[in-house]
Structure formats: C-alpha cells, structure tokens
C-alpha cells in the first residue's frame, strides 16, 4: 500500500478486498481507514481486523537519515544520525545522552538519561530544525 500517511497499517490488496466484503464497505474506505484518515468506530474495527486476523503491519513513518555508530578514542560508543537540513544527532549508547548539532556544528539540543520514545522525538526535532 502507497501511502503519504505519518502512521498506517500495511496490508496486501487481498486483504483489502476481503475486508472491503467482511465490512461490506468500498476498498476505498478501506483504505481511508488503514491509513487513519477516517476514525469511524468501523474504521477501527477494521484496522484491528487487518491487524488480528489477517496479519497486517501497522507502520509509522520516521525521518530518513544516514546513520553510523562509532567508538570515540576514548572508548564511548557513540551513534551519529545525519539529516539532510545539516543537523546531526548524536547518542552515547552507555549514558543514554543525547545532543543535536546544527549545520555550523553548534549545540542547539542537549538531552540527558533518553529512552527509545524520546528518540523519535529527539529525530523529529533534528530533522525539522
């Protein structure tokens, strides 16, 4: 499934159709609701349908960087994000801190003690500065 939305649930064509028949809806609707645009309750029953009964993957898009993980001199392991605006996120995976450097290499974000949650938002604010 193509698809501009942030979050949505991946199914095949097939699924689609036989879930378009079980709801008794069009596939477009179906389509609406996979890809959260509509909110209805049978636009939830059918994204839980998909995900329970036919083994669709709900998906969530995230920024696209390069990334690289690195051991400093020092011996820190450091995992470096690379956006396409300049900036770049930097983790210390023993520490868990985090900061993000702008396109002239000043520290703009400085993060201490994150979890996997905060690095979303974390590469959402670097991809968006």
Known sequence: ???TA???????????AKLAKTFQCTPKFVYLALTY???T???RKIRFTAVNN????PMCHY???ETLHDTTEDGRQIMRQVFNNGAVLRVDKCTGEAWITNRRSERVV?????TIPDLSEIQVLAENM
Do not use: F, L
Request: charged content about 35%.
């Open 37 to 39: 645009r509509s909110d």
């Open 110 to 114: 400085n993060r201490q003690c994150i």
């Open 63 to 65: 920024p696209e960087c």
């Open 1 to 3: 499934m193509r698809t």
């Open 41 to 43: 309750e049978k636009a």
């Open 6 to 16: 942030a979050r949505y649930i991946d199914a095949t064509e097939e699924t689609t």
């Open 54 to 57: 036919y083994g669709a993957t």
